[in-house]
């Protein structure tokens, strides 16, 4: 037996049925009543909605019971595998700081969005960002002009200084490019300024300017770095 109904549904329940109606190749009614399989599956292993909401909203994961515990937070591959290898430099590739956080962008509906025009958009996701990763950080943005401040507050300085790379060459790298102006570096914060540049080049130049540590006389010669004259 076929029975229609009329359905009302506002664009944000619309939008949550969309992984649903691509999978039936737009066909709306073949999702629904997959919704409804679905809900009759759950009902009757969890008795009701109410107690299936309260086990999925309570229950966490063991990801996210290691990151609350302060056991351990999320590394970027690209970046957990520079940190593990031997390396000349003490900044990662620029490549490796961006991969992750492009990819998390490109999910944002606002990833064209210019820094200048929008710090607090930026901010957030931002935050968003370093959260979904575990980091004890906070995010601050302004803008003024042509020049942008930011902070990294969190209690682990190399969680910090890790952060603040990645706005940095994110700021460095993008449609409009920023130089690093002034830093100034302590345990629990970075706080930096930066202004608007010609090149890619000139401001990835001030990044190592700041954060790359200066290379001792005495420092050994490592075998690749030899060679025949």
């Known amino acids: 037996m076929e029975v229609r109904k009329n359905v009302a549904l506002d664009h944000k329940h619309v939008k949550m ?3 649903l109606i691509e999978k039936h190749q737009g066909n709306f009614s073949a999702a629904i009543r997959e919704l409804v399989e679905l809900m009759d599956l759950l ?5 009701s909605i109410e107690t299936l909401k309260e086990t999925v909203l309570t229950k966490k994961s063991k990801r996210d019971q290691y990151i609350e515990n302060h056991y351990g937070i999320v590394i970027p591959s690209q970046i957990l595998h520079w940190l593990l290898s031997s390396h000349q430099d003490d900044i990662p590739p620029k490549q490796y700081l961006l991969f992750s956080l492009y990819s998390y962008l490109r999910e944002q509906v606002s ?9 607090k958009e930026w901010e957030v996701l931002l935050n968003e960002f370093y959260h979904d990763l575990g980091w004890p950080i906070d995010i601050r943005i302004r ?6 401040t930011v902070e990294v507050i969190g209690f682990d300085s190399q969680i910090n200084r890790l952060a603040f790379l990645i706005n940095a060459m994110n700021l460095a790298c993008g449609s409009v490019h920023y130089r690093v102006m002034e830093v100034e570096n302590i345990q629990t914060a970075i706080f930096a300024t930066f202004e608007e540049c010609e090149t890619e080049k000139e401001a990835l130049g001030t990044i190592r300017q700041f954060f790359e540590k200066p290379k001792s006389v005495s420092e050994p010669v490592s075998e690749s770095r030899v060679y025949e004259v």
């Open 143 to 148: 803008s003024s002009s042509n020049v942008i």
């Open 111 to 119: 990833l064209d969005v210019k820094i200048n025009e929008n710090p």
């Open 17 to 19: 049925l969309q992984p």
């Open 43 to 47: 009902s009757k292993k969890y008795d």
